[in-house]
């Protein structure tokens, strides 16, 4: 007789298990291919984030940018190229190069990003260029002069000429004698059409202004408008950085007039002339291409861009009067935002993933010991012929290397083929454990003892280690939840990438809750058979009896229903609780369902809107100006806003962090104008203060807030009653601002037009839907709606699989007993009866555990991940339970569950019909 080899054992095998194999291999592609696409992912959904977040902001915002009250530069760098025309560079030179040099030290990927610089030189002062009574329309029509050596190119010449250049002389001052006398300078000029039309100025009509406030600038200048022009392109992201230059400012005051300000432009060749004629801000940005940004690259951006802002660019000393040019973007908080969000989200799916890997491994255990099983014969007869443990450990080990490495090379090279991105060496480090997995397990099983049946309700040795190992994993667990608890929240542009502790503790979580799921199963499945007992026949005392004396699974079906169930219950409560949480932000922001902000708002125009259908209450917001808000011989500068009191109230009911306004407020106390003010600026109400207008108004303090929702930013303000303000300024306090509130059940898109048609074309509407649009088109939160649906497919799909396993499991042994029942007269349907009950009781006390688990898991996430960038509020969200989607996710987990397991029961069923009663022999 020929001694066993490794080759006819695994052929033996491999014929007697085709099923459990397969589904090992499948289950490791699956979870391999998952985990290899999981950094390919995060990291997709955060560049897709980061160009979303960028692409939001107007280029004015978005390109580092800065202005001094200097002139830029008056030294030449030398190295730098010529960037504009031969008749500009001479003028220009000296900006361009200090420009150019700024940027070339810059580190990458901000270097290559910032485009060629622009710039231009504006007037500090607006001169006015008529006198009131000149246009009986116009209170006031001022002109900002401009030098701008790139607006050329970009315009067309509607009427008349291009300005021609100023003589170099042509405002020269003897230091001795600043003053310049009568003699005016002729200066050309052009601007745009809508500007000219506001200005009522006409093509070669002259305006004498007096240029400059300081001696050695003050000179009488008469302005020619020579032409007009409009832009080639609008859109043009040139013209964000001065849509003044196109459209002027007007101000339209009740109060004071029609007032008109709009930039005159200037020939640029005309440097050398103007130079000290005025005083001059310089204005410069670099515009920034952002195409390049990555998720990858973006904390090194996020880094060049900070020192980028944090050093001031030194300017001319020419004058005696040097400064810095100081560097602002909006690139920097956007960055910020979306590196925290992509943190959260690294954080959010590592707690997330780990249950269902942690169900991956238990289904490979379960299907590993499906395996054994339907080998035992053919491993106990190659141990009787003596094979040593070593050689069968060292088969089923091969076995599973045979399994498992193919089909994780599979799943992660299909990741990388559909995900493709740039990822590091640690992105494969958990497909390789999952690939060696089979291998461990099925030499882990693979010994003596489990070629023999063992009851696992009778006292072994075992029980005592069982005992320690479970001590173990509750105080690893402690100790990681205690970890997480005491380090708080953690999500920053900083710390960005996967914790482990957070990836572990969830794992640590639901195995503790699948080890007391196991040790509360038995005593409560035997008090239900208990109960079941008398007059219901033999099946549910048997079968909880089997149940408790002989829990054929074991701890892996129980994790996998406890982890699906809590997944399913995690996703369900997390979405709600970010949606919440952005709403929350979304109103707080706006102060009210309808904000509009424009120009002056008029009483019919405030009368009209709140007689419009769906507005059930209006308040307007007039800036008062800055007033001294006094206590004592002490006092704060602080805006003061008149505002309707008893609207604002009811307006701001519902708005999280509104100021409290107190019943009474639009009433006089006893002398007194009631007020609310911000915490910051009055500590103690109860002192005596008062509003130090011409006549001294006493206060009377009824609130105080930190933040004055929907009005202001500030961290100082003043609220007022409108008429009661009005009482005491003598002044019509014409709002800007209107705060609007909407009926139950009204179309806020129909009202915010009929408001915006009211007011002017030129008004701002926002609601805080506006706010939510952009928060459900976030490529981060659209890719965790998926990932957590396709987590909770992933954990209900192995969460079923677990349970057929382990009902293929205790086959055999169900097989023999009912084959022996089938003699005593037992019915098919009761034996239907008897596998329900192996699995079903597990099931409804896992269940129940999940949930729990579930709820622990979204408490935890709240209390260790940083939630507000994703939300953009200033507060962490608190858990909120949308019970309709709790109860369709779970009730569909369960379905898929539920139909796996009924399907197992009749295959079990069929099986047992066919059997043929052999005592003492497994089938």
């Known amino acids: 007789m020929s001694r066993p080899t490794a080759r006819r054992i695994v052929v033996a095998g491999a014929r007697s298990a085709v099923g459990p194999a397969v589904t090992i291999a499948l289950v490791v592609l699956v979870i391999a291919g998952t985990l290899a696409a999981w950094p390919r992912l995060l990291d997709r959904m955060s560049t897709a984030e980061l ?11 978005r390109d580092p940018s800065g202005a001094v009250n200097n002139w830029l530069a008056d030294d030449v760098v030398t190295g730098t190229e010529q960037s504009l025309p031969d008749d500009l560079w001479p003028q220009w030179r000296a900006w361009d190069s200090t420009l150019q040099a700024l940027r070339d030290r810059q580190a990458e990927p901000v270097r290559s990003a910032l485009g060629d610089p622009r710039y231009r030189a504006v007037a500090q002062d607006a001169v006015p260029t008529v006198e009131r009574t000149e246009l009986p329309d116009r209170a006031s029509a001022s002109a900002v002069l401009v030098l701008d050596p790139f607006l050329a190119d970009r315009v067309r010449l509607v009427d008349g000429t291009t300005p021609g250049a100023v003589p170099d002389d042509a405002f020269a001052v003897d230091p001795a004698d600043p003053a310049t006398g009568d003699d005016a300078v002729p200066v050309d000029l052009w601007m745009s059409v809508d500007s000219a039309d506001e200005m009522r100025w006409e093509v070669g009509d002259t305006r004498r202004v007096t240029l400059g406030s300081a001696p050695w600038s003050a000179g009488v200048a008469d302005l020619r408008l020579t032409g007009t ?8 992201p040139f013209w964000q950085h001065t849509p003044s230059t196109l459209f002027p400012n007007v101000d339209d005051n009740p109060d004071t007039g029609y007032h008109v300000t709009a930039r005159a432009i200037l020939d ?39 020192g980028l802002v ?86 089923m080990a091969l076995e599973g290397l045979v399994l498992g490495v193919p ?27 999952v690939a060696l997995a089979p291998a461990v397990t099925l030499a882990g099983v693979t010994n003596r003892r489990s070629l023999r049946p063992v009851r ?34 953690v999500a920053s542009a900083g710390e960005a990438g996967v914790d482990p502790l957070i990836v572990a503790t969830p794992l640590l979580l639901a195995m503790c809750t699948a080890v007391g799921t196991m040790r509360l199963y038995p005593p409560l499945v035997l008090g239900l058979g208990r109960r079941l007992r008398s007059g219901r026949g033999l099946v549910p005392s048997l079968g909880a009896a089997r149940a408790a004396r002989s829990p054929v699974p074991g701890l892996a079906p129980a994790l996998s229903v406890v982890v699906g169930v809590a997944i399913t219950v995690f996703a369900a409560l997390l979405l709600p609780t970010i949606r919440g949480g952005a709403e929350t932000a979304a109103l707080r922001d706006v102060g009210a369902d309808l904000r509009v902000s424009g120009p002056v708002i008029t009483d019919e125009q405030l009368a009209a809107i709140a007689s419009l259908d769906g507005v059930a209450d209006v308040s307007p917001v007039a800036n008062n100006g800055t007033t001294q808000v006094r206590e004592g011989r002490g006092g704060v500068a602080a805006p003061v806003f008149a505002v309707d009191m008893e609207a604002l109230a009811r307006i701001q ?21 009631p007020a609310v003010a911000s915490s910051q600026l009055v500590e103690d109400p109860d002192a005596d203060w008062r509003l130090a207008l011409a006549d001294p108004v006493p206060l009377d303090v009824v609130a105080t807030a930190p933040d004055a929702v929907g009005i202001t930013n500030a961290p100082t303000w003043l609220l007022a009653d409108r008429a009661l ?31 915006l048609a009211l007011v002017a074309p030129t008004a701002v509407a926002t609601m805080p839907a506006d706010s939510l649009a952009d928060f459900d088109t976030s490529p981060v939160v659209s890719g965790m709606r998926t990932g957590l649906a396709l987590t909770i497919a992933i954990a209900g799909v192995l969460a079923a699989l677990a349970c057929v396993l382990t009902l293929a499991i205790a086959a055999p042994a169900r097989t023999r007993l009912v084959a022996v029942l089938r003699t005593l007269g037992l019915r098919p349907r009761e034996e239907v009866g008897l596998v329900l009950w192996e699995i079903v009781p597990l099931l409804a006390v896992s269940v129940v555990a999940g949930g729990v688990l579930g709820v622990a898991f979204g408490v935890l996430l709240t209390r260790v991940v940083d939630l507000r960038p994703f939300t953009g509020g200033s507060e962490q969200p608190g858990i909120v339970v949308d019970g309709p989607l709790l109860g369709l996710v779970i009730g569909g987990l369960l379905a898929v569950v539920a139909l796996a397991v009924a399907v197992s029961a009749l295959v079990a069923r069929r099986r047992a019909v066919g059997v043929v009663l052999r005592v003492g022999e497994d089938t």
């Open 653 to 673: 009911a519902d708005v999280p962090g509104a100021a409290p306004i107190p019943a009474g407020s639009a009433e006089w106390h006893d002398g007194a104008l």
């Open 51 to 61: 160009r979303y977040q960028v692409g939001l902001l107007a280029p004015q915002v």
């Open 229 to 236: 022009f409009e832009a080639l392109d609008p859109d043009e």
């Open 725 to 755: 303000l009005s009482e005491v300024t003598n002044a019509g306090l014409a709002p800007r601002l209107v705060l609007v509130s909407l009926d139950d059940g009204a179309d806020p898109a129909s009202v915010e037009e009929q408001v």
């Open 310 to 395: 944090d050093t001031p660019l030194p300017t001319s000393e020419a004058g005696g009067f040097p400064a810095e040019l100081e560097w602002d973007t909006q690139l920097v908080p956007a960055i910020e935002r979306v590196l925290g969000r992509s943190a959260g989200l690294d954080a959010v799916f590592a707690l997330v993933a780990s249950g269902p890997v942690g169900v991956a491994l238990a289904v490979i255990a379960l299907t590993g010991r499906l395996l054994l099983d339907r080998r035992r014969g053919v491993l106990a007869l190659a141990l009787a012929r003596g094979a040593s443990g070593v050689q069968m450990r060292s088969v």
């Open 268 to 306: 640029p060749t005309s440097v050398a002339a103007l130079r000290f004629a005025t005083t001059w801000t310089s204005e410069a940005w670099f515009p920034f291409d952002v195409s390049d940004l990555s998720a990858t690259n973006a904390p090194a951006a996020l880094a060049g861009l900070r």
């Open 407 to 433: 089909a994780a090379a599979i799943g992660v090279a299909a990741a990388a083929l559909l995900v493709p991105a740039d990822v590091g060496a640690g992105a494969y480090v958990l497909p390789a454990a």
């Open 456 to 489: 696992e309700d009778l006292g072994t040795g075992r029980a005592k280690a069982r005992g320690v190992a479970e001590l173990v994993l509750v105080v690893l667990t402690a100790a990681a939840v205690v970890l997480l608890l005491q380090r708080g929240l």
